[in-house]
């Protein structure tokens, strides 16, 4: 094999394996999500199926949520404190 076509064969292999990190990245954040509307909606009843990672993953998404949420009732509180009345 020439080392140009080795070479556009290791491009195509780490483009390839970018994209399916990328691909298990996403899977895993809608995995996530399922988790959490499925307990939401009370379809989950536990968690103690799910892997320890798994729990992390989710915890940590939870976590980003919570902050997103307080972060966004402080800035509809100071709206609404700053309204003359």
Sequence with gaps: ML???????????????ARMNELRRANRE???KL???DAIAGRC???DDLSPNF????QKK???R???VQKRMQELCS???SKPT
């Design 3 to 17: 080392d140009g076509e080795k070479a556009i064969l290791e491009q195509k292999i780490a483009a390839a394996t």
């Design 62 to 64: 939870v976590a980003k």
């Design 45 to 47: 009843k536990n968690l």
């Design 66 to 68: 919570h902050e997103e």
């Design 55 to 58: 729990i992390d993953d989710l």
């Design 30 to 32: 809608m995995e996530v």
């Design 35 to 37: 988790v959490i509307y």
């Design 79 to 81: 709206m609404d404190s």
